[in-house]
């Protein structure tokens, strides 16, 4: 979810939704999308995590964002909160009854070479401008669709100052339009994949880990001490593990 939630001792939900400073990113259009992604292969096109992301986001200014997360959401799947993994179903209502505005875009697409397994890390903004990054974990479903299970988001700390006013003719050039589409490497036929790197041993809180069916992709979370998230990403690209996303997301301050 493009928000940082926190859930009080009443089940009371408070939320502070983050993104780009004064003034709401744009997504990146359908003709940048095609133009950064064309040559990725047929599978793994990061455009389809991208459109997906689009729609999502559509669909919560046009419904509501409590109605678009259930519907892009899969089965089973959670949001990371200030106290840990929630379900969505658990809070919807919740989500429902504050009422959000927010809207975001993502940066970085990292797919597994079989296409069954995604990450989005992004930027996203809120109705007072306040910004904040997000990561989202895909699955590609039966019906060749994608669904959202995991999802974090985190306020900036500071906010960056406010964006200049700009002038009528300037050309403005927003790096919400610069989508990074990052695709595992396919093994060859025979070839296994060699595990990724052993996860050091530390004394975070509750985590979880999930592989992609292939073994070209890994991910997992961690609920850190000072209810911070933490999300790393690998992918298997050219023989070796390549680290894609490393995001620490601070909670929203109790209300």
Known sequence: ???????????????????????????????????VLAKAPGKAQPSAIVSTEIAYARAAQEQSFAEAALAFAAPGAQMHLRDGVVPIEAIAQGLAEVGIETQWGPRVVVKS??????????????????????????????????KWTYDAAGLDDPQPPPRPDFEDGDIVVTAFDLVEGLIATCPRAGENVPAAPAIPAGGGGASAMQVSRDGTLRWRWEHLEGNLKYVKVDYYFEGQWVTAIEQTLASAPEE
Not at 1 to 25: D, N, V
Not at 28 to 34: G, L, Q
């Open 113 to 146: 070479c079989d296409g069954s397994l995604a990450l989005s890390q992004g930027r996203f903004v809120d109705g007072e401008g306040k910004v904040g990054n997000y990561v989202t974990t895909w699955v590609r479903q039966a019906d060749g669709t994608y």
């Open 1 to 35: 979810m493009k928000c940082a939630l926190t859930i009080g001792l009443l089940s009371t939900l408070t939320l502070s939704l983050a993104a780009c400073a004064s003034g709401a990113p744009r997504g990146p259009s359908n003709k940048v999308i095609e133009r």
